[in-house]
């Protein structure tokens, strides 16, 4: 499907959105306008439940049976689909729109190659042979920069890496050159380097024509591809306008705070989060800012100096599909009291073994970790158990991480032990900012944010003095990443606590880290104090990682 000459690749006027709950409507959408024309990439940006995924899916005619869409119109390269069938939707689908979704894993079949997933869809909307199709596969799979695709076309979507996985969704996305392109987060929780080539994916097929509909929490990657910003809140639109001018001068305090919750380029100690901002309106233009106040100390500062976790040689390897990959080769790493760490690398770096090192949930093979200057890594487990409550963990999948049967306040008082009383569960609750009627609540009824605040909340449960952070808010909404971000920091300054920060957000790890470690292929590259590491590095590869990072334009 085509479009005519100078007609847009989507036209919507007054897209409402509703949806059965019990016995009431709850509206998700509130009259959104929305025209991309051929070559022009838009991007809806907001929070978490501000209406963007589910616009993407009403777009596609993927709302839902308990879904209500209504719209004044709803055209897509000129045709009407506002009272379109599902037989008329499976057509347009692929054809006339491509979807990148954020988890590719659940989007591609893992039952089948993802050269059949591509083939299957050239052989029954084009009518090319076998053959033909797997030569315009091996393209697709070339131009979207999949290595080694005359390997890659024979393996299923669960033997790739999660950048390989993104890439032949894109590569499924645009296999029918289709006018119109619906990218729905398509580089949450990819390192910085993947992350970089999908925008740079988008940017081509924007410039070859196709129009692009981009949803992201993220402004410094929708700053890279977009044209022009929508800004949704509660699903009602608070602002709009071309990218440059929505991201640089903010008329809103959803887009300001938004802005403000980017932590690249924040100086370390700064707030990002509109919890804790003041709105300041500026006269005559009617801008909204927001200017971040320190974080207040509590004046326990840290305890003493000294190392109190190292790693010295460490090597671990581990056997996959045949072959033996070494996750940790000779690493070597020290995290001072009271301070930061920052871990730094791409997907399968190590970065993640040597968190398990570090909490010694797996032993090296060579080397030793050492906690205040004594053994750990060396000791048996029974002699490790009076020291373990001093180390604690926060990790990306907190849902995973809970019992979805018990209620928040069962989770806390399970930690807490023989403490475990209704008032201690309340002080925990207290110290991560949340209310104390939480602890009637069961994990599944809260979001994101809540979800994190009582991992954390578990983890102080035993009064750690070590925080070993493995991706703690790669999957959450900026704003929301930065109330825990800044959770993290206040509660380091008030506990004297160490953290070791892994991420892949280099935006992340400058603000929140007192010195870095860049990891690559199992071995830590360069390390030093943060700032000395962002603004002079040493090795290639942390300056490729530098230069491909996101950024605002001049957003601060």
């Known amino acids: 499907m085509s479009a005519a000459a100078g007609t847009p690749v989507l036209d919507v006027r007054g897209l409402r959105v509703s949806f059965e709950t019990g016995r009431t409507r ?12 051929p070559g022009q990439c838009v991007a809806i940006v907001g929070e978490s439940g501000s209406g963007k995924s589910v616009t993407a899916r009403s777009l596609l005619g993927l709302a839902g049976p308990d879904s209500d869409v209504r719209a004044d119109l709803l055209d897509i390269g000129g045709v009407g689909m506002l009272h379109a069938g599902e037989r008329e939707w499976r057509r347009r689908r692929g054809d006339g729109v491509g979807l990148v979704l954020q988890d590719a894993l659940v989007s591609l079949d ?6 059949r997933e591509i083939g299957d869809a050239l052989r029954l909307h084009r009518r090319m042979s076998a053959a033909a199709a797997r030569i315009r596969v091996l393209e697709l799979l070339t131009l979207v920069g999949m290595p080694d695709p005359e390997t890659a076309i024979d393996r299923r979507s669960g033997e790739l890496s999660g950048g390989m996985r993104q890439r032949a969704l894109i590569a499924s996305a645009i296999a029918l050159d289709p006018p119109l392109l619906i990218a729905d987060e398509p580089t949450t929780a990819l390192d ?23 949803i992201s929490h993220d402004l410094a990657v929708v700053s890279s591809v977009a044209d ?5 809140d509660s699903g009602a639109v608070v602002e709009e306008g071309p990218t440059l001018q929505v991201i640089t001068a903010p008329r809103h305090p959803t887009t300001a705070a938004l802005v403000a919750a980017v932590p690249t380029d924040v100086p370390r100690g700064r707030r990002l989060s509109a919890e804790s901002t003041v709105r300041v309106a500026e006269r005559g233009t009617g801008t909204a800012t927001l200017q971040p106040r320190p974080i207040p100390s509590s004046g326990a500062g840290v305890p ?19 072959r033996t990959v070494r996750a940790a080769d000779d690493v070597s790493f020290r995290l001072e009291r009271g301070t930061t760490l920052g871990l730094v690398g791409e997907s399968g770096s190590g970065k993640t073994t040597l968190a398990r090192l570090a909490l010694a949930l797996r032993r090296p093979d060579s080397g030793e970790v050492l906690l205040d200057g004594g053994a750990w890594s060396s000791l048996s487990e029974r002699e490790r158990q009076p020291l373990r409550p001093r ?25 807490l032990g023989t403490d475990g009383t209704d008032a201690a569960v309340g002080e925990l609750l207290d110290r991560v900012h949340l209310a104390p009627d939480t602890a009637r609540r069961h994990p599944l009824a809260l979001s994101g944010g809540q979800r994190q605040r009582v991992s954390i909340a578990r983890a102080l449960a035993a009064a750690p003095e070590i925080l070993v952070c493995d991706e703690p808010v790669s999957s959450l909404d900026a704003t929301v990443q930065a109330q825990v971000l800044d959770l993290l920091d206040e509660l380091q300054r008030d506990r004297g606590l160490s953290l070791l920060l892994i991420s892949h957000d280099l935006g992340v790890v400058r603000h929140m880290s007192d010195t870095v470690a860049v990891m690559l292929a199992g071995r830590i590259v360069e390390t030093g104090p943060t700032e000395q590491v962002f603004t002079a590095p040493v090795h290639e590869y942390t300056r490729a990682l530098i230069a491909d990072a996101p950024r605002l334009p001049s957003a601060r």
């Open 26 to 37: 709850r509206d998700v959408v509130l009259g959104l306008d929305l025209r991309i024309e």
């Open 110 to 115: 893992p039952l089948r190659t993802i050269g």
């Open 192 to 214: 910085v380097g993947v992350q970089t080539r999908v925008l740079a994916l988008l940017s081509e097929a924007r410039d070859r024509g196709t129009g692009i509909l981009l």
């Open 228 to 232: 022009r910003v929508i800004v949704l």
């Open 304 to 322: 003493d100096q000294g190392i109190v976790l190292e790693g010295r040689g460490l090597t671990a390897t581990f056997s996959t599909g045949g």
């Open 391 to 415: 180390l604690a963990a926060i990790y990306q999948d907190a849902l995973g991480s809970f019992d979805p049967r018990w209620s928040v306040g069962r989770i806390l008082r399970d930690a």
